[in-house]
T-cell receptor, first 112, second 113 residues
Framework: DGGITQSPKYLFRKEGQNVTLSCEQNLNHDAMYWYRQDPGQGLRLIYYSQIVNDFQKGDIAEGYSVSREKKESFPLTVTSAQKNPTAFYLC???????????FGSGTRLTVV | SQKIEQNSEALNIQEGKTATLTCNYTNYSPAYLQWYRQDPGRGPVFLLLIRENEKEKRKERLKVTFDTTLKQSLFHITASQPADSATYLCALAVNTNAGKSTFGDGTTLTVKP
């Protein structure tokens, strides 16, 4: 079955560490997105990519970095510059712009 | 400033009734609007997408309307069931080419037996 796989499901980060969240899709979708969700709130866009080797900043890109070297993969690195990284991170893909998203099951990141 | 508002954080209704959820927006000219369902601890699931030139979309017990004059979308679930209990998110995209969407905070629906 096609879908999006996010890993790990839970991640713990120490202060000052960089961590990378994995997102892989086998839907042959061109566009991929990273959103952050805080408790009781909606999703806020971190980065998005419409095509391989190209990506754009979303509304809250500071402290995050991404790469899109393959169509299937869009990893997100949470750097030590992100001061409040504890949140639920969601990766999504869409066939192209103008279509609904397919979301992964999320990664819950906690700073310890 | 741009804003998306979904009606009250929580909505409680009786099984069998129609649930109506509201998504209002200001300072947007959306190209299309989407509705998603999210269960606790899970990723959202896409339900319906409606474009700016469409007034209404239906899918089984779901119906979405889109009024660009009122700057509002209504999401209806008819003959609601306890299994429909979840948080429902609306999302707006202002540019068909960019594809990125901005989400509201969601409305939590509880359907009581």
């Amino acid at each position: 079955d096609g879908g999006i796989t996010q890993s790990p499901k839970y991640l713990f980060r120490k202060e000052g560490q960089n961590v990378t969240l994995s997102c892989e899709q086998n839907l042959n979708h061109d566009a991929m997105y990273w959103y952050r969700q805080d408790p009781g709130q909606g999703l806020r866009l971190i980065y998005y990519s419409q095509i391989v080797n190209d990506f754009q900043k979303g509304d809250i890109a500071e402290g995050y970095s991404v790469s899109r070297e393959k169509k299937e993969s869009f990893p997100l690195t949470v750097t030590s510059a992100q001061k409040n990284p504890t949140a639920f991170y969601l990766c999504a893909s869409s066939r192209t712009a103008g279509f609904g998203y397919t979301f992964g099951s999320g990664t819950r990141l906690t700073v310890v | 400033s741009q804003k998306i508002e979904q009606n009250s954080e929580a909505l409680n209704i009786q099984e069998g009734k129609t649930a109506t959820l509201t998504c209002n927006y200001t300072n947007y000219s959306p190209a299309y609007l989407q509705w998603y369902r999210q269960d606790p601890g899970r990723g959202p699931v896409f339900l319906l997408l409606i474009r700016e030139n469409e007034k209404e979309k239906r899918k089984e017990r779901l119906k979405v309307t889109f009024d660009t004059t009122l700057k509002q979308s209504l999401f209806h679930i008819t003959a609601s069931q306890p299994a429909d209990s979840a948080t429902y998110l609306c999302a707006l995209a202002v540019n068909t080419n960019a594809g990125k969407s901005t989400f509201g905070d969601g409305t939590t629906l509880t359907v009581k037996p």
